[in-house]
Structures are given as C-alpha cells and as structure tokens.
C-alpha cells in the first residue's frame, strides 16, 4: 500500500446517503481474489447501462469532477460486509471517503486497505458538498499526521479522529503484516525477557 501523509485533491461529490457495498461494487463482480482490476466496476450500476455504454449523467463519468476524495452521503459502505468494496475504490484512484457515517465493517476494510474513512459531521458535511458544488476545481487537503482536513481556499480546517495504531499504518503504508515486521525487533527483544 501507499503511504498515506498528505492528500491534497478535488473532490468528487455522491450525495447520496446509505451507499451500501453492492452498490459499490456489485456482487457478480467478485470472481477475483487480488486486489487489483475492481475499480473498472466501481459503482458499476450506476455508471454503465446494460449495454456497457456509460451513462453521461453519473458523476464519474462526466468529466467534471475528479480526484482521489470521495464525497459521500450519511452511511457509506453499509450492507454485507465485501472487502472488495475498499479494493474497488482504492483501485479506481480514491484515497479518502469523506462521509457523516461508515458502516462498522467497512470502515474496518477500508483502514486495511489503505483506505481513510474520515468521519465529519452532517453539517460539516454538507458545507464541504458546498464549497466543491460552487467550484468543482476546490482543493480539499488532508493531514493524516496532524488529523486535519482543510479547504485552504475557504479558510475552512476540521479535525478527525483516528485509531492511533491505523494511523501508524496509514502514514507507513503497513498492512497488519507489514507492522508487525516493522516491530521485530522488539518482539524478539520481548520473547527474550520472558523466556
């Protein structure tokens, strides 16, 4: 995974609330076992027609908003508990959801995947959906150290909570693995004292 310090993107708004994951990424899609190739069904449903030809009104398809934050409506990633649903966001270029509510579950797949499930207020919420629907090149920026979001152009700063030890992962690009390689040291030190 990428490390995760400092995202500075536009945004692509979704307001739509209780996005669950086979909406995200549709069932008859999950023949794979990498993480790799999902991001060309995310939101499959919604963006293509039967035919496979886009639909020019969905938002990932117009062309006018684009970046690696997610804007998304009150209850994302609701529904069965896919980790594809992270894999496929992830793989499409999205880095951050920014949403008033995640589903336990997957905000839990998101963190492992390199994925930052940044929780704001509804009214937070909604006056970010503002600033990037009055001017689709706004800059949103995240400080994944300092747990803070920004629209530097707004003069507009809120803070996030974070789980300290995704946090430690997220800034290191570690998944669970990766962390408990990085400490081994200190592991082999522990099992040293206690044998």
Known sequence: MEKLT???????????????????????????????????????DWRYNKDGSLKPDFVLNTGVYQG?????????GCGSSREHAAWALYDFGFRVIISSFFADIF??????NGLLPLQVSEEQLQTIFGFVEADKDTILEVDVEAQRLSVPVRGYTISFDLDP??????????DD???????????????????
């Open 165 to 174: 030890y995704k946090k430690t992962c997220l800034l290191n690009g570690y």
């Open 6 to 44: 400092i995202i500075k993107s536009k945004a692509v708004p979704l307001p739509i609330e209780d996005i669950d994951t086979d909406q995200i990424i549709p069932a008859r899609f999950l023949k794979a076992v990498t993480r790799t190739g999902f991001g060309e069904n995310l939101f499959r």
């Open 107 to 112: 905000k839990g797949n998101a963190l492992n």
């Open 68 to 76: 690696k934050i997610l804007l998304a409506g009150h209850n994302f």
């Open 177 to 195: 693995i990766d962390y408990l390689l990085s400490i081994k040291d200190k592991i082999e030190d522990y099992e040293q004292t206690v044998k």
